[in-house]
């Protein structure tokens, strides 16, 4: 398929980028027919450029890096109207389109705290605050800045915090009936709730022990 795509367009054929500043998608991926100012592209509509940050519901790109990302996708392509105005992504689910739910932050979060299931709300849709950054390393979103209660997340997927990362500091609990010990360990490898992880612990031992829980 990837042949034939990039075939279709040898011998100059062309690509006029679309003249809108936002669109819309049903689906957190972008393609051809999205960014198109015409129609008539086929089955060549449906090819992938690029696809939206996990957690996120917008990704704002320059015509130019657009074109780039439409040459990457299909060589052989000449792509007109690419230059540095900026063109808005934004991800609707067709539930939220329909009943249009966003969430807010429903309690102030702090610069560098997580942003978890706990700590927003159903909210006015408005645009969303660029002060969040996803963590890939931990699996959840991170406010870049301090956040009031009441912040537009527009239409955000939260995901839950479930992974620990190699390098962090953990916490070894052993039980035997009533007696409880715990020491300081690091995580030697990335790992999720549930599973094991290797780690070290400050006498230099190496060995596995699974997650129990992961606090942001």
């Known amino acids: 398929m990837a042949f034939v795509l990039a075939a279709a367009f040898v011998g100059g054929d062309s690509l006029a980028l679309a003249d809108r500043g936002e669109i819309v998608l ?61 063109v808005t992504f934004r991800y609707v689910r067709r539930a939220e389109a329909g009943a249009g739910v966003c969430q807010v932050t429903s309690a102030a979060i702090a610069a560098g705290t997580a942003i978890t299931r706990d700590k927003i709300a159903a909210g006015p849709c408005a645009a969303m605050t660029a002060a969040i950054r996803y963590d890939a390393a931990r699996g959840y979103l991170v406010a870049r800045r301090d956040l009031p209660a009441g912040s537009p997340l527009g239409h955000l997927v939260v995901p839950p915090p479930a992974t620990v990362a190699k390098g962090d500091a953990m916490t070894l609990v052993s039980r035997a009936g009533p007696v409880t010990v715990e020491r300081s360990v690091t995580a030697l490898q990335s790992g999720s709730v549930g599973r094991r992880v290797f780690v070290r612990d400050r006498g230099g031992h190496v060995f596995a022990a699974p997650v129990a829980t992961v606090t942001p």
């Open 26 to 86: 049903s689906r957190p991926a972008v393609t051809l027919a999205d960014v198109a100012g015409r129609g008539g592209l086929g089955r060549l509509g449906a090819v992938e450029i690029a696809r939206l940050p996990v957690g996120r519901d917008r990704l704002s790109l320059s015509r130019r890096a657009i074109a780039t990302l439409v040459r990457r996708a299909v060589p052989g392509i000449v792509v007109d109207g690419g230059d540095a105005r900026v």
